[in-house]
């Protein structure tokens, strides 16, 4: 529903997206996750047709970004991460102006604007004025507008950003929603937890690249079978690479001044066997225990082994 081949964008002498290859199939949901200034907006923006592309090719619904941005247009709805509503409009008017700027007519707006408004949990808000919502219900809104004209195609841009966490929760519910009904949704996040709860497939982009794709589900599989372990003891370095590097289910290590860090993929009996390994190397071990995975690191880990499904 959105591919990309090679898509990139500079600004002066500064490569701002790179050679971006994406693929969001039809029907899923798609988060893209990186620091301020990874690129993440200069990407979508290509693909809602605000920026043009330095070189490369991006479709969306089967329409090129560059030769035929009406077609696009016509199939996104696009949430920016800036809040772009005029203040002094009610929100039925809101929503009925941007169905008008699609020329969807009038008794169909009516019913999609009093169905969405209800649905997006505004519905006794309709005569409010928009300056008078608070943030999570601004993005709500806007959520609402974006389906105004039945876009096949959600893209998102930071929706959670600024949300209390009371609010992050409804959005995530309207989330699932859209996903229900089979619109393919292409959103952004600072933060990884946030994207795994909705998204099918989650992309990290650093510095315009995009470094790793992963499924979900292998995210999801793989945090309960591979285990962060922290171990504190004494022994020498050459006593504690001879232990790891020998267990085979040990992923990865690091050794700490204060403690050894060990990524590990074996069963909760090889990790015991692990320990005593190590006591009959002659590491006098103090504290051996199970630390929370990073599922951020755990992602980074993971896909430079486990690709998308
Ligand atoms: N119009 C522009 N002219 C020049 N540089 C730009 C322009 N737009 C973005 N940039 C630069 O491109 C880089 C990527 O910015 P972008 O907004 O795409 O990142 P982002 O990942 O969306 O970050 P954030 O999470 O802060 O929104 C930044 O270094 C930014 O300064």
Known sequence: MIVTQNLSKKYAKQLVVNRLNLNVRQGTVFGIIGENGAGKTTALSMLVTLTTPTSGKAYVNGFEVSTDPVGVRR??????????????????????????????????ARQRCNEYLDWVGLAAKREAYVNTLSRG????????????????????????????????????????????MGKTILMTSHILHELVEVADELAIMRAGEMMAVSSVNVLKNHSTAYRTIRIVGTGSDDLWKSALTEDKHVLNYHIGPEFVEVFYGGTVDQQARLLEEMVQRGI??????????????????????????
């Open 137 to 180: 219900m601004q993005q709500r809104l806007e959520v609402a507008r974006c389906l105004m004209h039945d876009p096949p195609v959600l893209i998102l841009d930071e929706p959670a950003s600024g949300l209390d966490p009371r609010s992050r929760i409804e959005l995530r519910s309207v989330l699932q929603r859209l996903k229900e």
């Open 284 to 309: 006098s071990v103090h504290q051996f225990f199970e630390y929370e995975t990073d599922v951020e690191e755990l992602f980074l880990r993971l896909t430079g082994e486990v690709m998308t499904e």
């Open 75 to 108: 199939s996104i709805g696009y949430m920016p991460d800036s809040f772009g509503v005029f203040d002094d409009i009610r929100c039925e008017e809101y929503l009925l102006f941007y169905a008008d700027c699609y020329r969807v007519p009038r008794d169909i």
